[in-house]
């Protein structure tokens, strides 16, 4: 809903059924008000208002439907928040389950929400670096209010230097110089291509394996990091993969997106992953 499209005024009445309905029995609405919260102290309750048909810009109302009393309502404060972005409610609605929520937010505007469906989205990256860059791209990509879905993400993280604990040989390859990895044993990094390369095991994705069978023209042990290969069945999950060029790749329950992503990418792979359920 909009957030003119809600009203709140403070009242004077015990915020129950008889009250409201006393409340009502004279109460004219602004045109555009479909929705109002009613304020006593720290109570709240929210009601759904049936205007008489006609013109002018207040109307009577004709007929309400109490949405939540005080006892189902919370009302909250988030000074930064876009109170018409979908997927900021959403967030708030997983904090408080089975309430209707009053929240007032950036510039003051007020909306509340109820019954809000969160949708899951599980993002897989690996780290470092870190943050996770493509939990960072969602979180811009929901905010941007392209997304006019109820999208709550879970950020899955690889971290590679965990996976330095199961190397079993003397050394160990990151894919590239720029994540600052460190080990205990001896460690190169995939990107410089070192001339010589003794006994070692190879941190990375499948591309990281084609390139240093290209570069050394043999097989290592291999712990494979690749976020595409650590999603789950029946969860919409988005990764970064550098078989992705441009743009996004859907495939199922799963989309790709290029490993230098953009904002508008991401936008895009999200709305299409969750069409593609309609």
Not at 19 to 32: C, F, P
Not at 84 to 95: F, G
Not at 168 to 176: G, K, L, N, S, W
Not at 260 to 269: L, N
Request: proline letters at 7%; charged letters at 25%; a negative charge.
């Amino acid at each position: 809903m909009h957030c003119k499209d809600v009203s709140m005024r403070n009242v004077d009445i015990d915020l129950d059924e008889e009250s409201i309905a006393s409340l009502m029995e004279d109460w004219t609405a602004y045109v555009r008000t479909d929705d109002l919260i009613l304020r006593n102290g720290d109570r709240y309750a929210a009601v759904h208002l049936v205007k008489e048909q006609g013109s002018g810009l207040f109307r009577k109302v004709v007929g309400y439907e109490i949405l939540s009393l005080p006892e189902d309502t919370v009302y909250i404060e988030v000074p930064g928040l876009d109170v018409l972005n979908i997927p900021a409610l959403a967030e708030i609605q997983t904090r408080h389950p089975g309430k209707a929520v009053v929240v007032r937010g950036m510039f003051s505007h007020v909306n509340f929400i109820m019954g809000l469906e969160p949708l899951r989205l599980m993002v897989v990256d690996n780290v470092p670096p870190s943050p996770a860059k493509l939990g960072v791209l969602v979180e811009k990509a929901l905010a941007s209010g392209f997304v006019d879905l109820p999208v709550v993400p879970e950020v899955r993280v690889i971290d590679m230097a965990d996976k330095v604990s199961e190397v079993e040989t003397r050394e160990v390859m990151f894919p590239c110089r720029v994540s600052h990895l460190e080990a205990p044993m001896p460690f190169s990094f995939l990107d410089d291509a070192p001339e010589e390369v003794g006994d070692v095991t190879l941190i990375g994705c499948h591309l990281s394996q084609r390139i240093f069978r290209s570069l050394y023209d043999r097989e290592v042990p291999f712990i494979n990091v690749c976020p595409a290969d650590f999603t789950e069945p029946g969860v919409k999950t988005i990764v970064k993969c550098c078989k992705v060029k441009q743009g996004y790749e859907l495939d199922g329950d799963v989309v790709r997106v290029p490993w230098g992503a953009t904002v508008p990418e991401v936008v895009d792979a999200i709305n299409a992953l969750f069409s593609a359920a309609d």
